[in-house]
């Protein structure tokens, strides 16, 4: 009798309905919590924001995605403008999210021009919510912004996007010991720049890159490892998602009510994928878009040979993400292109000639893309405007 | 409005809390106000597409029971016409637009595009709805409603819009107004949960994560195993999509206290491809057995058909060659209700081809299996036949995989170039497949196992109810938690039959 009676003891178990459910949604937030805590990756963004809404007033901001945090050097920037900058690009950010970041930094900044370094992948991918990052909603603190970002960007998210900013892929498991490490770390809690070099550490960035402040990424070495599973793609106008455009449309607005100078520019890429994809297409696709909101608009891949020339090894992969070194020089190009009087002069003016002036691809140690077949091409510019070599 | 989207969460929360909070009397009045800010939420043009459809049908019951034989007939038709019209206009005619005029200039596509946006959510479902409840009436099975707003709710029922079960009146009239109320708020949010969550399970978990593979194994040109992987996944894949979207559904409607039929029963254990659809979106195949293949039976031509083809072979086999006739033409019809593309005809084509021949040679099959000394009911035989049919709904993902019939086609021929394997498309990287593929194994051995205890009758409920509570709360958390942990994934979120 007594065993059986401490076992019933043992099993405890909540008597009233609510008391059950209770108990089932408090065990599911603890399993939450401790996913969260080991899974999703510490946030460059939160340490970021934090950065700008300090005391400086960053007169130049950067916004983007991975492209644009490593292709814009702020110390060059600076230096030759004269402006106090800060390169708000972040890896994997929804074009929705770029305006809702530029508003929380200009919430408090008052900046005079914004650079956006437009990377056509996220215009063209439709469902970017597995890295998004939910700061810009927690780290905040533009309640107006915030609401409109809980509104028209959380609300849409599938639930498990918002209640869970978490998954369960191999990145994240093997990176579970360095997440789990940063998060302890006072320096990442107190939103400390000096966290970031950490952070990427933890997410295994730090081989290949530096940070050397105010949000740049500096590409040290090339990795042919990374290449491992990049494809050609080919753009297409038809994949860019509405609600991208509806989103460039008001980072447009934004601008012009706040006086405030957009310019959009596309980072020159390597010349394997300029040679093996429609990098003309999403050019002009980008041009005609600038044209009718009325911004400022520059593609790097137009740049006359001798203002940027560059090879593959002068990226870190050939995705685009560049080396510091070609990083200083384009931030330099940038920089004339911002004061120059006649900004034109600097570009060709067809693809072709872009082509022709890039060195033939060798192919890359560690990488071989002969088994691979590219997408077949849904969309090119009309032969009148450009043409494909 | 997706039913996955945390807007939907809160809108569901909030629903629920006002349905309990309000005397039961009002409660379906509570579930049309609720559809009706579901339908606005995704567009307010929702509300005049549907309050029509239920206009039409309202008027055509009163008329059609209040009339004699003759004028309630001339009734029925119009209003299935002007239904039929209706889809027809909103859901074909901007697909067949879209096609024509793809070449055309750019004031003719805009007007499309418009027309597309206009193209009403949940049309291809409710509209089967109204056509059951006016035919009901005709046919004497049902009586029409004097309250033009319970025949709104039942049109316009939330849940169901996003993609079934196609209902009928007599189903749903019991549920929506039950005289004793909707139950306890906790009774029937045990009921429904567990079934969102297994729904969210098999969608999240499963589909979504075989679906990465799935797309990149339907794009571009596959070959040999390649095609062969590509198909299964997709079968797959699309079961777990369309079936835990339903549950996803049935789990909504039980947390309101209502019943919804069941859509699926397990289709992959059917022995031959006629029960396979019998087993597959079941709602849909009623419909089509009871309101096109009888109807079609008793149809003028098909019974001068009969009576021509009795001249000339014997009854039963006249009979047989109309049934094989009329199959072909009710799966076409199935076909292309799922949309204009020539794949869904295809599709159609290709399941009513089979399921007709299966009719014609049924006597051809008895007398090969009488001289082989096959045992009907042996194991073996069985076993053999489940076999067969998965083969045969599998080679006809085919044309679901596809944006064309030709490319379909070309597609199930690529796949016995075998030499020509390229399976690095859909695993790209090895450490994703090693990573996901044993995780998807175990997501699917756990769908088999429940899947079989529901063909031996144990039902979803009696599984996890009679365990001790917090076996219960291990269990749901694992699921609930398994959604979470894998349900991130590019490009997922949208269910496939949500856009039919």
């Known amino acids: 009798m007594r065993i059986s009676e401490k076992k019933k003891k043992k099993r405890w178990a909540p008597e009233s309905r609510p008391g059950k459910t209770a108990c089932f949604v408090l065990v599911n937030l603890a399993v939450m919590f401790l996913s969260a805590f080991l899974l999703k990756q510490p946030s460059i963004l939160k340490t970021e924001l934090a950065q700008v809404q300090g005391p400086v007033n960053f007169d130049t901001i950067v916004v983007g995605d991975s492209h644009g945090e490593t292709a814009v050097n702020p110390d060059i920037l600076d230096g030759k403008l004269g402006t106090v900058s800060y390169n708000c690009s972040r890896r994997i950010m929804p074009v929705k999210d770029i305006y809702y970041l530029m508003r929380e930094v200009c919430y408090h900044n008052k900046p005079k021009t914004i650079l956006y370094e437009i990377d056509p992948f996220y215009w063209t991918t439709p469902g970017i919510s597995l890295g998004n990052d939910t700061s810009i909603f927690f780290a905040g603190s533009d309640m107006k912004n915030k609401t409109d970002y809980f509104m028209n960007e959380m609300l849409e998210q599938p639930f498990a996007n918002v209640i869970a900013d978490y998954r369960f892929a191999p990145r994240n498991v093997v990176q579970i010991p360095g997440t789990a490490y940063v998060k302890l770390q006072p320096a990442y809690r107190h939103h400390e720049e000096a966290s970031i070099p950490m952070i990427m550490k933890a997410l295994y960035m730090g081989e290949n890159y530096e940070y050397k402040g105010r949000g740049f990424r500096y590409g040290i070495t090339y990795s042919p490892g990374l290449n491992r599973s990049f494809r050609p793609s080919q753009f297409s106008e038809k994949k860019v998602a509405k609600s991208n455009k509806v989103y460039f449309h008001k980072m447009a607005e934004f601008c012009r009510k706040k006086g405030i100078r957009l310019v959009c520019f596309y980072s020159a890429l390597p010349p394997y994928r300029l040679q093996h994809e429609n990098s003309n297409a999403a050019g002009h696709f980008f041009a005609k878009l600038c044209k009718k909101e009325n911004v400022e608009y520059y593609n790097m891949n137009y740049l006359k040979p001798d203002l940027l020339p560059r090879t593959d090894y002068d990226y870190v992969d050939l995705d685009g993400h560049m080396l510091g070194e070609l990083a200083d020089r384009q931030t330099a190009v940038l920089a004339d292109i911002l004061k120059s009087d006649d900004p034109e002069s600097m570009f060709v003016d067809s693809y072709d000639e872009v082509l022709k002036a890039l060195p033939k691809f060798q192919g890359l140690p560690g990488w071989d893309p002969e088994p691979w077949e590219t997408e077949s091409s849904t969309e090119n510019v009309s032969a009148e405007t450009e043409s494909e070599s | ?500």
């Not at chain 2, 659809?277 to 057995?289: D, E, N, P, T, V």
């Not at chain 2, 196992?449 to 694992?478: C, M, N």
């Open chain 2, 1 to 500: 409005m997706n039913i996955a989207s945390f807007i939907f969460m809160l809108f569901l929360m909030a629903g629920l809390l006002i349905y309990y909070m309000i005397p039961s009397h009002f409660q379906w009045e509570c579930l049309l106000v609720l559809s009706m800010i579901f339908l606005w939420a995704a567009d307010w043009r929702n509300l005049l597409s549907i309050f029509s459809v239920a206009l039409i049908s309202y008027a055509a019951g009163l008329y059609i029971e209040k009339s004699p034989e003759k004028k309630a007939k001339r009734a029925a038709v119009a209003a299935v016409i002007l239904l039929i019209l209706i889809l027809a206009v909103s859901k074909y005619l901007p697909e067949a637009m879209g096609w024509s005029l793809s070449r055309m200039n750019k004031v003719l596509q805009a007007r499309w595009r418009l027309l597309k946006l206009i193209q009403p959510f949940g049309l291809s479902y409710y509209l089967l709805m109204a056509i059951s409840y006016v035919l009901d009436i005709y046919w004497k099975r049902d009586q029409a409603d004097p309250n033009f707003f319970h025949l709104a709710l039942f049109i316009s029922y939330f849940p169901i819009l996003t993609q079934g079960p196609i209902s009928r009146y007599s189903q749903l009239r019991g549920e929506f107004f039950k005289k004793e109320g909707h139950g306890d708020m906790w009774g029937n949010l045990k009921a429904g949960i567990p079934l969102i969550l297994w729904g969210f399970f098999k969608k999240m978990v499963i589909a979504d994560r075989i679906g990465v593979f799935t797309r990149r194994g339907c794009s571009g040109h596959q070959y040999g195993l390649a095609v062969v992987i590509t198909l299964l996944f997709y079968g797959i894949d699309l079961y777990c999509d369309f079936s835990g979207g339903i549950d996803v559904v049935r789990g909504i409607s039980e947390c309101f206290g209502i019943s919804l039929i069941r859509n699926f029963r397990q289709p992959y254990f059917s022995r031959d491809l006629g029960e396979f659809w019998r087993r597959w979106h079941i709602s849909l195949g009623a419909f089509m057995k009871d309101y096109v293949f009888f109807p079609l039976a008793l149809w003028k031509p098909f019974k001068k058909l009969k009576k021509l083809l009795k001249k000339r072979m014997s009854s039963r086999m006249a009979g047989k060659v109309v049934a094989a006739l009329m199959n072909v033409i009710v799966f076409l019809i199935v076909g292309i209700w799922h949309g204009t593309g020539s794949q869904y005809a295809g599709w159609g084509l290709y399941n009513g081809i089979i399921i007709a021949f299966s009719v014609l040679m049924e006597e051809s099959y008895k007398k090969w299996k009488t001289s082989l000394h096959i045992d009907d009911q042996s194991k073996g035989w069985q076993n053999f036949r489940l076999v067969r049919t998965f083969l045969i709904v599998t080679i006809g993902w085919v044309f679901d995989c596809k944006n064309s019939a030709s490319e379909a086609i070309a597609m199930f021929f690529r796949m016995f170039l075998m030499h020509k394997t390229d399976l690095s498309v859909i695993f790209p990287e090895l450490t994703e497949a090693a990573f996901y593929l044993p995780i998807l194994l175990i997501a699917c051995l756990i769908l088999l196992y429940v899947d079989i205890q529901h063909e031996r009758g144990i039902s979803f409920r009696a599984q996890y109810e009679g365990k001790p509570y917090w076996t219960q709360v291990l269990i749901w958390t694992l699921l609930f938690q398994a959604c979470l942990l894998f349900g991130r994934t590019v490009g997922a979120g949208g269910f496939m039959y949500a856009n039919f």
